[in-house]
T-cell receptor
Framework: GAVVSQHPSWVICKSGTSVKIECRSL??????MFWYRQFPKQSLMLMAT?????????EQGVEKDKFLINHASLTLSTLTVTSAHPEDSSFYIC????????????FGPGTRLTVL | ELKVEQNPLFLSMQEGKNYTIYCNYS?????LYWYRQDPGKSLESLFV?????AVKQEGRLMASLDTKARLSTLHITAAVHDLSATYFC???????????FGKGTRLHILP
């Protein structure tokens, strides 16, 4: 099936630093990708929609200046958590749909961010 | 506001037993997804249900969709320990791939 990868898989950083997370579709092109965050033992919450060649659209309550999204190509979206704080610690998951394979969203393996 | 409610949220059961997880959603959606998540892992797609009355089966899991009742079920038959995981249902009401998830059902199957 389609593969979506994320890098890194786990990152620990100090408070105040910025962290970039990459999401790649490995065998298909995705004009749209989605970023979710998941706190421990909770569900996934949609953060934003990443659009290739245009600005991302953010869900209500998500700070666009805090979570910078860049969708530079049809196979890569990046999420940068700027000036990270401990409350940003979470599991970040991206997803993309391969429109040639029907209506299934493919999820990346996730990136666990721990901010000290 | 769209709500996706799963019931139960936690389930512990013996191997060999049957059980059904329910997913209710509050607005019209003709796309209903079921995912599995193992601890520390991402989501694995189980089923995509696209029409009223759709029924899909894979191994010991069977999912159904009633769009009129805004209800989907995930039925587990003769549970085995390997099915222990968290199961999420999700909908895409606007057909824009922006998926809204339920809170998940944590399933623990005792050997």
């Amino acid at each position: 099936g389609a593969v979506v990868s994320q890098h890194p898989s786990w990152v620990i950083c100090k408070s105040g630093t910025s962290v970039k997370i990459e999401c790649r579709s490995l065998d298909f092109q995705a004009t749209t990708m989605f970023w979710y965050r998941q706190f421990p033992k909770q569900s996934l919450m949609l953060m934003a929609t990443s659009n290739e060649g245009s600005k991302a659209t953010y869900e209500q309550g998500v700070e666009k200046d805090k979570f910078l999204i860049n969708h530079a190509s049809l196979t890569l979206s990046t999420l940068t958590v700027t000036s990270a704080h401990p409350e940003d610690s979470s599991f970040y998951i991206c997803s993309a749909a391969d429109i040639t394979r029907g209506d299934t969203q493919y999820f990346g393996p996730g990136t666990r961010l721990t901010v000290l | 506001e769209l709500k996706v409610e799963q019931n139960p949220l936690f389930l512990s059961m013996q191997e060999g037993k049957n059980y059904t997880i329910y997913c209710n959603y509050s607005t019209t959606s003709d796309r209903l997804y079921w995912y599995r998540q193992d601890p520390g892992k991402s989501l694995e797609s189980l089923f995509v249900l696209l029409s009223n009355g759709a029924v899909k089966q894979e191994g010991r899991l069977m999912a159904s969709l009633d769009t009129k009742a805004r209800l989907s079920t995930l039925h587990i038959t003769a549970a085995v320990h390997d099915l222990s995981a968290t199961y999420f249902c999700a909908v895409d009401p606007n057909r824009d791939d922006k998926i809204i998830f339920g809170k998940g059902t944590r399933l623990h199957i005792l050997p």
